[in-house]
C-alpha cells in the first residue's frame, strides 16, 4: 500500500469519495466550494487532466480510484 506524506498527516493511497477528497485539500470552506475548487484544480493542470483520463476518470464520477488518488497526490501534493 502506497503513502503520501505531509507534515501533518500521511495519506492513504486509496479510493476515495470527490468530496471526501475535495474537503481534505480545503477544510475550510463548504462542500461545493472545495467541489470546485478541486474541478478547477484538475482543469487547470493539463497533465494532471491527461492522466486523470488515460486512468479512466469521468468528471460525473463521485469516486477516485486508487490510481486516480496517486495521481492527483503527485500532481497536486499530498492535502
Known amino acids: 500500500m502506497k503513502t503520501i506524506e ?15 477528497l475535495a474537503l481534505a485539500y480545503a477544510p475550510d470552506i ?3 466550494a472545495a467541489l470546485n475548487r478541486l474541478a478547477q484544480w484538475i482543469n487547470h493542470n493539463t497533465a494532471l487532466k491527461q492522466a486523470l483520463a488515460e486512468a479512466g476518470y469521468r468528471p460525473s464520477q463521485r469516486m477516485f480510484t486508487s490510481r486516480q488518488t496517486e495521481l492527483i497526490f503527485r500532481y497536486l501534493g499530498a492535502p
Open 6 to 20: 505531509n507534515e501533518d498527516y500521511t495519506w492513504r493511497v486509496r479510493p476515495y469519495s470527490k468530496k471526501e
Open 30 to 32: 463548504s462542500a461545493g
